[in-house]
């Protein structure tokens, strides 16, 4: 009996062979995904990257500086004595006469002019420092002309009654009129009766004004007013 020969598996095409790596491919790519392999490999890669970016080659070394130039004293510049100057020479006169000149005569010498006897000068006179001016002739102000009629101030009757007495000076601002313009205590006699009865009859007395080098002027005067009961 002959024997049938076995049937040959059917060829794969070429086409089929890249399909199938390429999803063999794709699948062990997903494994490794799910499984870590690649992250692991990213951070080994990532380290060595950066390690090579960080390290920098050495830097030449800098040449050492030049040293200063050294700075040049200067010379102290000593001077010579200067020589002393050269004599000059005298004109030593001739012993010999000349033949012209008489022998043993002196020609004699004309006489000197008088001396011009000083003159005195007269100082010229020094006047006088000015005077001061005179200070001005200054009249105060007056009450007691006759021809004024100013009544002294009636007596308080209570101030008789109490036994009050004493002296009262009154201020007056006197105008250049004549007229007391104000008048105020200067001094008390110690009762304000009396004070007020002072003000009261001085406020209306007519007076002669003061006066400056004979010009009437404003001025003040004290007026003493006594109260007794003598």
Same mark, same amino acid.
């Given at each position: ?34 499984? +870590? ?9 990532? *380290? ?14 800098? *040449?050492?500086?030049? %040293?200063? !130039?050294?700075?040049? @004293? ?14 000059? *020479?005298? !004109? ?11 022998? +043993?005569?002196?020609?004699? @010498? %004309? ?6 006897? *000083?003159?005195?000068?007269?100082? !010229? ?22 021809? =004024? ?21 009154? =201020? ?8 007391? @313009? ?7 006699? +110690?009762?304000?009766? =009396? ?36």
């Amino acid at each position: 009996m002959s024997r049938t020969p076995a049937p040959t598996p059917p060829r794969l095409s070429r086409n089929a062979v890249i399909v199938g790596g390429v999803l063999v491919f794709h699948g062990a790519a997903l494994w490794a995904l799910q499984s +870590g392999l690649v992250r692991q490999v990213v951070e080994i890669v990532v *380290p060595v990257e950066m390690l090579a970016q960080t390290v920098e080659p050495p830097r030449p070394k800098e *040449p050492p500086p030049p %040293p200063p !130039a050294p700075v040049k @004293q200067p010379v102290a510049k000593t001077r010579l004595p200067t020589p002393p100057p050269a004599p000059r *020479p005298v !004109a030593i006169a001739d012993p010999t006469p000349t033949a012209n000149a008489p022998t +043993g005569v002196t020609t004699p @010498q %004309p006489p000197a002019p008088p001396l011009a006897e *000083p003159v005195a000068v007269a100082a !010229a006179p020094v006047a006088p420092p000015a005077a001061p001016p005179a200070p001005p002739k200054i009249v105060p102000p007056s009450s007691d002309a006759n021809y =004024l009629n100013n009544p002294k101030p009636a007596y308080p009757r209570m101030s008789r009654s109490l036994g009050e007495q004493g002296t009262v000076q009154v =201020l007056v601002y006197v105008g250049a009129d004549g007229n007391a @313009q104000k008048v105020e205590i200067k001094k008390s006699s +110690g009762y304000d009766r =009396l004070d007020q009865a002072a003000l009261a009859a001085i406020a209306h007395w007519r007076f002669v004004p003061g006066k400056r080098d004979g010009v009437p002027e404003a001025a003040f005067v004290i007026v003493p007013m006594p109260f007794s009961l003598n």
